[in-house]
């Protein structure tokens, strides 16, 4: 079936440590998009990339990066940098975004709980 | 970008509808107006969409006001598996302001009581 894998489910990581968070679609989306979600909160955009090769900040980059190398692929790292990392991180996919595409479905992941020890 | 504003929560009897309102008020022309439902420890789920008309599907239905300034999510039976966090968010169909950008506010809590 189409949709998107994340993974890992539950992650820890020590302070000072970078982690990666995959993401793979295989419903030949071109948008991609991060987001972060604090318990009771609801979701803020990290980053979005509409196009192979191409991404944008959204809301709340600082302590993030991310790659768009293949169209199936979208891997969120969480730098040193992040100092409150702790949150449960959403990756959601659409058609590209212009004309009638606006219409159609964001289709999401089931998130991965990141947790700082 | 466009805003929108919901209620943080709202409670509902079992077996009864629910209307969830959802406020637009700087809502562009070529804004859909989208729903979606997350329950917890889980990704969002799409719920209905529309543009100007209202819209019916096996899930809900949506109702747009007239102006298009507001719109209201309506759960015809609510059941326990409903009780969840709705987001209403808009996307614009032309990109006039195209970001790519998902706007997702705080949601409404919907508890629903047996």
């Known amino acids: 079936d189409g949709g998107i894998t994340q993974s890992p489910k539950y992650l820890f990581r020590k302070e000072g440590q970078n982690v990666t968070l995959s993401c793979e679609q295989n419903l030949n989306h071109d948008a991609m998009y991060w987001y972060r979600q604090d318990p009771g909160q609801g979701l803020r955009l990290i980053y979005y990339s509409q196009i192979v090769n191409d991404f944008q900040k959204g809301d709340i980059a600082e302590g993030y990066s991310v790659s768009r190398e293949k169209k199936e692929s979208f891997p969120l790292t969480v730098t040193s940098a992040q100092k409150n990392p702790t949150a449960f991180y959403l990756c959601?996919?659409?058609?590209?975004?212009?004309?009638?595409?606006?219409?159609?479905?964001?289709?999401f992941g089931e998130g991965s709980w990141l947790t700082v020890v | 970008d466009a805003k929108t504003t919901q209620p943080n929560s709202m409670e509902s009897n079992e077996e009864e509808p629910v209307h969830l309102p959802c406020n637009h008020s700087?809502?562009?022309?070529?804004?859909?107006i989208h729903w979606y439902r997350q329950l917890p420890s889980q990704g969002p789920e799409y719920v209905i969409h529309g543009l100007t008309s209202n819209v019916n599907n096996r899930m809900a239905s949506l109702a747009i006001a007239e102006d298009r300034k507001s719109s209201t999510l309506i759960l015809h039976r609510a059941t326990l598996r409903d009780a969840a966090v709705y987001y209403c968010i808009l996307r614009d169909v032309l990109g006039s302001s195209n970001t790519g950008k998902l706007i997702f506010g705080q949601g409404t809590t919907l508890q629903v009581k047996p």
């Open positions: 959601a996919s659409s058609i590209v975004f212009s004309g009638r595409s606006a219409g159609n479905t964001i289709y």
């Open positions: 700087t809502i562009s022309g070529t804004d859909y």
